[in-house]
């Protein structure tokens, strides 16, 4: 009775240990599965990292990019301002040497009694203004149109121009200002009237050409103050239908002095200006839209790779399974061929050595 009792204890000790080995062996299996699963999900973590981390330095250059265009910018606005205090007393100078040579010149109108001299001390005037102001590249002088025709200056501002006339006709103005008697003063002040709004009508049929890239509109150069006084300022009291100013601007020409044309030149600058920050804008712009291309082609790449993840891990999941089945495999005919093999080796010596 003790030795039954003493067996059943023996074999339920040998039962456990058994069945102990046979969990260890399972658990151990579980986990090398577990660590080769980490292993391909590292493998996969760090490729992701590379690639995060390499667009993260893409995304860091072009917004060091952006950052540097925006600063360039503000910078261009900033100093907008500050050129405009310069211009302005560019203006004050340039308008205070105008007053003192103008002091020098004794009789202006033997300067401008000839057409043709005072067709160029015009065109001069208007060159040397427009190149104190103005970069060369953003106009020209004597531009020339198809049908031959050569206007004194054309400023270009974005893909058109703005054409600039620069021959005012003086002739009866000078016989005007010369003469005393009132009857005849009226008559030759109506010629000069006649004489100038004849001029404007040519330059609105010959200079404002949209199809040749023009605006729809053009500048009337004269090249004195007191001149676009008695011509504009004073000529605006004989009523809004009869004045010049209207009439040019139905024809849309504009009429401008020395001062005025400055101011306008200066409204110019600044719209040239604004189309360089807009060029600039747009730019970043682009840069942003290549930004964000970049990122979905990323994206594209990043769920790629997951499905090629998720491949792999069924991949390496059948192979797992195949090589345990390889190894059971191995193991029984390992066993098999082992049990096959004699006890003893065989005594490799023959019969005539057991003699000797």
Same mark, same amino acid.
């Given at each position: 009775?003790?030795?039954?009792?003493?067996?059943?204890?023996?074999? &339920?000790?040998?039962?456990?240990?058994?069945?102990?080995?046979?969990?260890?062996?399972?658990?151990?299996?579980?986990?090398?599965?577990?660590?080769?699963?980490?292993?391909?999900?590292?493998?996969?973590? =760090?490729?992701?990292?590379?690639?995060?981390?390499?667009?993260?330095?893409?995304? %860091?250059? /072009?917004?060091?990019?952006?950052?540097? /265009?925006?600063?360039?910018?503000?910078?261009?606005?900033?100093?907008?301002?500050?050129? *405009?205090?310069?211009?302005?007393?560019?203006?004050?100078?340039?308008?205070?040497?105008?007053?003192?040579?103008?002091?020098?010149?004794?009789?202006?109108?033997?300067?401008?009694?000839?057409?043709?001299?005072?067709? &160029?001390?015009?065109?001069?005037?208007?060159?040397?203004?427009?190149?104190?102001?103005?970069?060369? *590249?953003?106009?020209?002088?004597?531009?020339?149109?198809?049908?031959?025709?050569?206007?004194?200056?054309?400023?270009?501002? &974005?893909?058109?121009?703005?054409?600039?006339?620069?021959?005012?006709?003086?002739?009866?103005?000078?016989?005007?200002?010369?003469?005393?008697?009132?009857?005849?003063?009226?008559?030759?002040?109506?010629?000069?009237?006649?004489?100038?709004?004849?001029?404007?009508?040519?330059?609105?049929?010959?200079?404002?050409?949209?199809?040749?890239?023009?605006?729809?509109?053009?500048?009337?150069?004269?090249?004195?103050?007191?001149?676009?006084?008695?011509?504009?300022?004073?000529?605006? =009291?004989?009523?809004?239908?009869?004045?010049?100013?209207?009439?040019?601007?139905?024809?849309?020409?504009?009429?401008?002095?020395? %001062?005025?044309?400055?101011?306008?030149?200066?409204?110019?600058?600044?719209?040239?200006?604004?189309?360089?920050?807009?060029?600039?804008?747009?730019?970043?712009?682009?840069?942003?839209?290549?930004?964000?291309?970049?990122?979905?082609?990323?994206?594209?790449?990043?769920?790629?790779?997951?499905?090629?993840?998720?491949?792999?891990?069924?991949?390496?999941?059948?192979?797992?399974?195949?090589?345990?089945?390889?190894?059971?495999?191995?193991?029984?005919? =390992?066993?098999?061929?082992?049990?096959?093999?004699?006890?003893?080796?065989?005594?490799?010596?023959?019969?005539?050595?057991?003699?000797?």
């Amino acid at each position: 009775m003790d030795l039954n009792i003493l067996l059943i204890i023996v074999l &339920g000790i040998l039962l456990f240990l058994l069945l102990f080995l046979l969990w260890s062996q399972k658990t151990t299996a579980s986990k090398v599965e577990e660590i080769k699963k980490l292993q391909v999900q590292d493998k996969a973590l =760090s490729l992701m990292q590379q690639q995060i981390g390499q667009l993260t330095q893409n995304i %860091n250059q /072009q917004l060091q990019s952006m950052s540097h /265009q925006f600063q360039k910018t503000t910078g261009h606005i900033g100093g907008t301002l500050g050129d *405009v205090k310069k211009d302005l007393g560019k203006m004050e100078e340039v308008t205070r040497e105008v007053l003192e040579k103008a002091k020098n010149i004794s009789n202006l109108e033997n300067l401008l009694r000839a057409p043709k001299f005072r067709g &160029g001390f015009g065109e001069l005037f208007l060159g040397d203004l427009l190149a104190q102001i103005l970069p060369p *590249v953003y106009f020209s002088l004597q531009y020339k149109f198809k049908s031959g025709e050569a206007v004194d200056a054309a400023i270009h501002i &974005g893909e058109n121009m703005v054409p600039i006339d620069a021959k005012f006709p003086l002739e009866n103005f000078q016989k005007y200002m010369n003469e005393e008697q009132q009857t005849k003063r009226e008559d030759l002040r109506k010629r000069f009237v006649s004489d100038v709004k004849k001029h404007i009508g040519e330059i609105a049929k010959k200079y404002i050409l949209p199809d040749e890239g023009t605006y729809d509109f053009a500048l009337m150069y004269i090249p004195a103050e007191n001149i676009y006084y008695e011509t504009i300022l004073k000529d605006e =009291s004989l009523g809004e239908e009869r004045s010049i100013f209207s009439f040019a601007m139905k024809k849309r020409v504009i009429p401008v002095s020395p %001062n005025s044309f400055y101011a306008y030149l200066q409204v110019i600058v600044q719209g040239l200006k604004g189309l360089q920050i807009e060029k600039s804008a747009r730019e970043i712009f682009q840069r942003i839209m290549r930004l964000q291309g970049d990122l979905t082609r990323f994206k594209k790449d990043f769920e790629v790779l997951g499905t090629h993840l998720v491949h792999a891990k069924t991949k390496y999941d059948d192979a797992d399974k195949r090589l345990d089945k390889f190894a059971d495999k191995l193991e029984l005919v =390992s066993s098999e061929q082992i049990e096959k093999l004699p006890e003893k080796p065989k005594d490799l010596n023959g019969p005539e050595d057991k003699e000797d």
